[in-house]
């Protein structure tokens, strides 16, 4: 059979050959040289990793090429036959796209190649950790006195570092400078690895609506790399499922509902799990939605159902901006205009208990919402006007955070140094203050190296200069010409 006017063959691909089925008969492939020729024709391939990539490869030479689902496709073939074997599985992968094209996706190598890649980077991050261990524990044997450098010190100085053991002898020393010459490998390589994931993620039309996000060039790339192009996706639920395929809905009889993860799409999960340890932290951008989804998962001991909340979150506001080309802020208004026409509808009904459960979590979603659209102070993503490079200030803004923090470290050293204010008197009483004199201190400021000091004494404000001011020794200030006794 072909559809329209090509011709559709069904291919069954193992390790050595390759099943050929048109919808009458079979052909078994070894060699690509053997191949007959079959121009505008349509391929459909199982998805089976490199093998069916490398054959996918070549049939993009003679005309279009169709990945089914495993899943999908496994579940057809049961319905109409328990047989398994090479050829009926080409005939049941040709009838399956024919009779459910929307669920085969085309062939695209920048996919495979930027999951290769992203794989390959979780790789390197394990040899690298893997190395660096090693490193230290050699370095705690060879060198007992000094303190063990951390992860970041041995990176940055690992050059000084080999220099110097080569100049250290030691029984251990070949192995140090060994594990030494494999991290530098590793580190090369990972760096590689790393520009070239971004470099194909740049490229996608989707990378500047997702830079809006408070989400980095990495994590771009794996949202992307599983959800190439968003029009392949019917709706959010769809978007969703298929990005975190191995989670689902289990309920038998009574029980309650329980949401069972396995280890599919390892990499998102794992390179996705920084971000969600980095929303918990207090003046994240994403800290709204870490509290929501701690809410919605009560449980102290599941994390893992709390991460998967907060992704599928995460993810429902990257479906709409990519299907509906907004930015972080805008994507952010809409799900909350969304979300308030919901609970306006839902309020119109009867209440009972489960419409009361919905109103909350609707309400409780419309206030997190609200709450991250409150940090997000963007720039603006489509004003051609900016030369800058397209991002989102998801911060306050920057004065007002170092104005805070050094008026906090200011206190704080005053508290650590145990400073005292003195009176200009001081001196007389050899360094101590007063006793019938309060002093009330209003305001402790750092200028050009000196603490300048606002207090009160008698309802009267005073301002005196300290620096360098150590406990039990008398202050110098204005009134003495800000020299040392």
Not at 177 to 198: D, M, W, Y
Not at 274 to 281: D, E, G, I, P, V
Not at 476 to 484: D, L, V
């Amino acid at each position: 059979m072909r559809q329209g006017k090509r011709l559709v063959i069904g291919c069954d691909v193992s390790a050595s050959f390759i099943i050929l089925h048109d919808g009458k008969n079979a052909l078994r492939i070894e060699d690509p040289k053997e191949l007959p020729d079959l121009k505008n024709a349509v391929f459909v391939l199982e998805q089976t990793g490199a093998y069916g990539i490398r054959w996918a490869q070549i049939f993009s030479n003679f005309g279009e090429v169709y990945i089914a689902d495993g899943r999908d496709f496994k579940n057809f073939r049961l319905a109409h036959t328990r047989q398994k074997n090479d050829n009926l599985d080409a005939f049941y992968l040709r009838e399956y796209f024919l009779k459910n094209p929307q669920k085969c996706r085309p062939f695209n190598p920048k996919v495979v190649y930027i999951r290769a890649l992203i794989r390959q980077h979780i790789r390197n991050q394990k040899d690298i950790t893997m190395h660096t261990n090693r490193i230290l524990q050699y370095l705690q044997i060879i060198d007992p006195y000094n303190a063990r450098p951390s992860r970041y010190k041995l990176h940055r100085y690992i050059d000084q570092i080999e220099a110097d053991l080569k100049n250290r002898p030691h029984a251990l020393t070949d192995l140090a400078l060994s594990e030494i010459k494999k991290l530098k490998a590793c580190l090369e390589e990972a760096q590689k690895v790393r520009q070239e994931i971004e470099n194909i993620a740049r490229n996608h039309p989707d990378y500047e609506i997702l830079k809006t996000f408070p989400l980095g060039d990495l994590q771009i790339a794996v949202i992307l790399a599983y959800s190439w192009d968003i029009e392949n996706f019917k709706d959010k639920d769809g978007y969703i499922a298929y990005t975190l395929m191995g989670t689902s809905l289990e309920q038998s009889g009574k029980s309650l509902y329980k949401v069972k993860t396995d280890k599919a799409r390892t990499e998102i999960k794992g390179l996705l799990y920084t971000l969600y340890l980095q929303a918990n932290k207090k003046n994240h951008p994403l800290k709204p939605l870490a509290d929501l989804a701690k809410e919605l998962a009560s449980d102290r001991n599941n994390y893992k159902k709390r991460y998967i909340k907060f992704l599928s979150r995460l993810l429902e506001l990257v479906y709409y901006a990519r299907k509906n080309r907004t930015d972080y802020k805008t994507t952010l208004q809409n799900a909350i205009a969304r979300r308030e026409r919901e609970l306006s509808y839902t309020q119109q009904k009867e209440l009972n208990p489960t419409r009361a459960k919905k109103l909350y979590h609707l309400t409780r979603s419309i206030q997190t919402y609200k709450k991250m659209l409150a940090q997000c102070k963007d720039i603006s993503l489509w004003d051609s006007q900016s030369p800058q490079e397209p991002q989102a200030y998801l911060v306050p803004e920057q004065k007002k955070r170092r104005t805070a923090m050094k008026n906090l470290t200011a206190l704080t050293l005053a508290l650590a140094m145990n400073l005292t204010l003195l009176s200009p008197n001081a001196h007389a009483n050899d360094g101590k203050a007063s006793k019938d004199k309060e002093e009330i201190l209003l305001m402790l400021e750092c200028k050009n190296g000196r603490w300048e000091i606002t207090y009160a004494k008698n309802e009267e404000i005073v301002k005196k200069t300290q620096a360098d001011k150590m406990q039990g020794q008398p202050c110098y200030n204005q009134e003495n010409g800000g020299k040392k006794p």
